[in-house]
């Protein structure tokens, strides 16, 4: 079964659309639904925003028997390689507000017992989506230092849940699979005010793809 874990309404509304619903629960305090889309077996967990509700959410998922995890949604461009709207497949992703450096001597995002700060996403084989790197944290801003950081990182896109996601599912043993959408670019503007304008016409582009997204998880 796939679990979906998806942090806003707004972005979940584009498959509970179309998702023949079956059950509507709660767990963790986050909203549960089953059903089928696009003929697979799903549970959509409408975790909230940031790290800590995507980690609830994740586990939620699990937790009703999902056997692999898919977050969706829209995200922050941090470089040229991104455009408004276009849809990256998320390679590997960094928690880029985890800091052990002065303890532990180690690299920025960098999980206790870990020696990598990345951790590697599942992107399957029939994905025809660019791939991308990934920072998560528990901010959204316009932050000349956190753009720094993120670059030097080597990331491509940001936002606030794939890498607490990706952790939980590296633990769980259970495949993490993450497409993004992107509502706004760094250095053009207002990211607030791209991520209101666009927000609408990224999910649009989303939801279009969605059949092949789920069709690929096999």
């Keep these: ?17 179309q998702t023949e619903t079956e059950g509507i629960s709660s767990l963790y305090g986050k909203p549960v639904y089953t059903g089928k889309a696009f003929g697979k ?34 995200a922050g461009g941090l470089r040229s390689n991104t455009e408004v709207a276009e849809i990256y497949a998320i390679e590997k992703a960094v928690q880029y507000d985890f800091d052990l450096t002065q303890l532990n001597g180690t690299k920025i995002g960098t999980l206790d017992g870990e020696t990598e700060n990345f951790i590697s996403l599942f992107v399957p084989d029939r994905f025809d989506f660019p791939r991308r790197a990934l920072g998560t944290g528990d901010r959204f801003n ?7 950081l993120l670059t030097e990182l080597g990331c491509d896109i940001r936002e606030m849940e794939v890498g607490a996601i990706a952790e939980v599912c590296k633990y769980a043993g259970v495949p993490c699979v993450s497409v993004k959408a992107i509502s706004d670019v760094y250095g053009t503007g207002s990211t607030t005010e791209q991520f209101k304008k666009n927000l609408k016409l990224a999910l649009l582009n989303l939801k279009a793809h969605l059949p092949e997204i789920l069709e690929a998880l096999e």
Aim: proline share 2%; charged share 20%; glycine share 10%.
């Design 41 to 74: 077996e799903v549970v959509i967990v409408v975790c909230g925003v940031g790290k800590v509700n995507a980690a609830a959410g994740a586990c939620a998922a699990i937790s009703k028997g999902a056997d692999v995890i898919l977050n969706f949604g829209v």
């Design 1 to 17: 079964m796939i679990g979906c874990v998806i942090a806003m309404d707004s972005e979940a509304e584009i498959l509970l659309s």
């Design 142 to 148: 316009d932050s000349p230092d956190d753009h720094k």
